[in-house]
């Protein structure tokens, strides 16, 4: 069985502009969720996605936006990038909405 | 939304020592989980415990829901528990939204 995968791995940006992460969710699981790490906190919840649709937001600016395809992948899109957008962003899969979820490796995003 | 405090913020330890860790939530929740944070990053999952108690080698966790707090114990320590643990919970009154406390750090010392 394969777990959560993110791509990239790292990535560097410039404020301005536009980024795309990419998430694989758990063989089975139908419900990706998204969260922001930054430094030396707890991660922040941004979305979930169950079956194609988003299913809950968190406090974030509609710059920050997602996807869920057929086979349940998930992206993250993030337009006008701010320096405070420096952070981890993890990525979360579950077998439904309010099951147990399992995290990917995560992808560190540097906004300069 | 609901609050979850975590305590201590802080824990150094020498190996082979006994903690608790408390987090305290506002609010009924749906589900609970405990993670391991290593130092790349990676969450690992360590407890899914909306109530009840759980264990699993030298970890075990109890969730009183109806008092709104859960203990997270880590017997005979070892130098690789270093890192941060976090509790989440998912508010029954919320929605879809996880809500992760702001850990505890903890070091582990040879």
């Known amino acids: 069985e394969t777990g959560v995968t993110q791509s990239p791995t790292h990535l560097i940006k410039t404020r301005g502009q536009q980024v795309t992460l990419r998430c694989s969710s758990q063989?089975?699981?139908?419900?990706v969720s998204w969260y922001q790490q930054a430094l030396g906190q707890g991660p922040q919840f941004i979305f979930q996605?169950?079956?194609?649709?988003?299913?809950g937001r968190g406090n974030f600016p509609p710059r920050f936006s997602g996807l869920q395809f057929p086979n349940y992948s998930s992206e993250l899109n993030v337009n006008a990038l701010e320096l405070d957008d420096s952070a981890l962003y993890l990525c979360?899969?579950?077998?439904?909405?309010?099951?147990?979820?399992?995290f990917g490796p995560g992808t560190r995003l540097t906004v300069t | 939304g609901i609050q979850v405090e975590q305590s201590p913020p802080d824990l150094i330890l020498q190996e082979g020592a006994n903690s608790t860790l408390r987090c305290n939530f506002s609010?009924?929740?749906?589900?609970l989980q405990w993670f391991h944070q290593n130092p790349w990053g990676q969450l690992i999952n360590l407890f899914y415990?909306?109530?009840g108690t759980k264990q699993n080698g030298r970890l075990s966790a109890t969730t009183v829901a109806t008092e709104r707090y859960s203990l997270l114990y880590i017997s005979s320590s070892q130098t690789t528990d270093s890192g941060v643990y976090f509790c989440?919970?998912?508010?029954?009154?919320?929605?879809?939204?996880?809500?992760f406390g702001p850990g505890t750090r903890l070091s582990v010392l040879p």
């Open positions: 979360a899969s579950s077998p439904g909405p309010l099951d147990e979820q399992y």
């Open positions: 063989s089975g699981h139908n419900t």
């Open positions: 996605y169950y079956r194609e649709e988003e299913n």
């Open positions: 609010d009924s929740v749906n589900n």
């Open positions: 415990i909306p109530s």
């Open positions: 989440a919970v998912e508010a029954a009154n919320y929605g879809q939204n996880f809500v």
